[in-house]
């Protein structure tokens, strides 16, 4: 029995139009940044709790102006949570469309290996006076060095060792 988890093919406009919306989001996004690994790592993070305290923090500080002195930077900050708030529904779709595709990705990839299994079992089974032998040899290359062990691996999961 065959595997087929999707079936998905894009025509020519349709990978304009996507091609045509990333680079329109891409150039829509210029003012967006790139940290490097031990920046990230080097920064406040703030999560549930922490902005709850920043959001707070923020407002208590608007209404109160004259506590607050030039170099703290409100102005910015405040400026830095809208666009936070602006961001993260538009992310959150993102993340939702990255979700199936990478999905997709995976099920398309499952879907091809399983054919070329079951081709690739064919072959060695029908191959053989076809002409097709050295072929089926040369495929065979993927599964060196998985010999017995592949093999006994399914009987110890079944076993339950």
Known sequence: MSQNLISLSFDRPQL???????????????GLLSLQPDDRRNLFKMGDKSEAFCRQALMVLGQNPQIVPPSLGLA?????????????????RLTQLLERM?????????DIIAAALQGYALLKVAGKNQGLES????????FRGQ???AAREPEAAEAGE
Not at 16 to 30: F, G, K, Q, R, S
Not at 102 to 110: K, P, Y
Not at 135 to 142: K, S, V
């Open 102 to 110: 990478s999905d997709s990705e995976t099920a398309l990839g499952s």
């Open 147 to 149: 010999g017995r062990r």
């Open 135 to 142: 072929t089926r040899l040369g495929l065979a290359e993927r």
């Open 76 to 92: 910015e900050a405040q400026a830095d949570l809208v666009a936070l708030d602006q961001l993260r529904p538009r992310m959150a």
């Open 16 to 30: 304009d139009a996507i091609d045509t919306a990333l680079t329109a989001l891409e150039n829509a996004c210029t």
